[in-house]
């Protein structure tokens, strides 16, 4: 592992600020009950009062601390920048979860240099678990460093996936989803796609596969964490035309995304990334 670059490690010490500040606001916000302040895909697909103010205060901290940078979050945050440095934020992942009172939402922030991902924090509100990781500095849970599991066979493996918003969607799904569950030890579905891929980071899912990934802002820090602890991700297109993200421990990769493919999961043109 190359030593991590200090540039890096300045830019994670303070998206690790903006996430904690975040969080609190997040957690806070729960005690008087969740506003739901809009729907978007459909009626599952919502925004409560709490995505649009841990965004507002995210960017807010951002634009105070590097005014250059651009911003791209889910709530609507869309700035281009000129220093080279891109924060992709999802100020709630995991907005279902976070409005039924379920321990799995996250503050997700990955940072891009030069359009490649370095930085990536994930934090959970409800827990305190944070997870953080610099390209080339390897991936910490909590401060601590974290690897994917070794590879299993894949009739043990244990599998994050998730489900479009969308009905017409989801109705699709339920083909692949029947292809896969046969074929591993079993599935989860947490609701949050910044968590899945922490989970692959620290080896606690063996593989995590979800087509109808709604946006940059949900994959950009788990990449950078899942990739750091020996995990390969793969942002491809889907067999519905959607985002479709693969993980899985860098040594059993072939064999997932083969798996995954004969799963029907991947477009026919879904063997080129994003
Ligand atoms: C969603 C979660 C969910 C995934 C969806 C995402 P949100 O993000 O990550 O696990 O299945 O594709 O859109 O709406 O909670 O920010
Ligand atoms: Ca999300
Ligand atoms: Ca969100």
């Given at each position: 592992m190359?030593?991590?670059?200090p540039g ?9 600020d903006?996430?904690r500040?975040?969080?609190d ?11 739901i302040a809009?729907?978007?895909s ?7 009062a709490?995505d649009r ?6 960017t807010?901290?951002i634009r ?9 979050g ?16 999802d ?7 976070y409005a039924?009172?379920?321990p ?25 678990v944070?997870?953080?990781?610099v390209?080339?500095g ?5 401060g601590?460093p974290i690897r994917?599991?070794a590879p299993?066979?894949?009739?043990s493996a ?13 109705i699709?799904q ?32 063996d593989g ?7 946006g940059?802002?949900?994959?950009a820090?788990?990449v950078?964490?899942?990739?750091e602890?020996g995990a390969?991700?793969?942002v ?8 479709l993200v693969v ?11 083969r798996?995954?493919a004969e799963c029907g999961f991947?477009s ?7």
């Amino acid at each position: 592992m190359q030593p991590a670059d200090p540039g890096l490690e300045a830019l994670e010490a303070l998206a690790v600020d903006i996430a904690r500040e975040a969080g609190d606001l997040v957690r806070s916000a729960r005690v008087d009950g969740v506003q739901i302040a809009e729907t978007k895909s459909s009626g599952t697909d919502i925004v409560t009062a709490a995505d649009r103010a841990s965004e507002a205060l995210i960017t807010r901290r951002i634009r105070a601390a590097r005014p250059d940078d651009g911003i791209l979050g889910e709530e609507g945050a869309d700035a281009e920048g000129s220093s080279g440095v891109r924060w992709v934020v999802d100020p709630i992942d995991g907005t279902v979860n976070y409005a039924h009172g379920l321990p799995a939402y996250a503050v997700s922030i990955g940072i891009e240099v030069g359009g490649e991902p370095a930085v990536g924090v994930v934090l959970n509100p409800a827990t305190g678990v944070e997870y953080t990781a610099v390209r080339g500095g390897g991936a910490r849970r909590n401060g601590e460093p974290i690897r994917a599991a070794a590879p299993v066979p894949l009739e043990s493996a244990l599998v994050g996936t998730g489900f479009s918003y969308e009905r017409d969607l989801r109705i699709s799904q339920t083909r692949t989803f029947a292809e896969l569950l046969p074929r591993i030890a079993d599935v989860r579905r947490f609701g949050s796609c910044a968590l899945d891929l922490c989970a692959v980071a620290e080896g606690s899912l063996d593989g995590y596969v979800e087509e109808g990934i709604g946006g940059a802002w949900d994959y950009a820090a788990g990449v950078v964490i899942a990739t750091e602890a020996g995990a390969r991700v793969e942002v491809l297109t889907g067999t519905y035309g959607r985002i479709l993200v693969v993980a899985a421990p860098t040594a059993g990769y072939p064999e997932f995304r083969r798996l995954v493919a004969e799963c029907g999961f991947l477009s026919a043109a879904g063997s080129a990334d994003r």
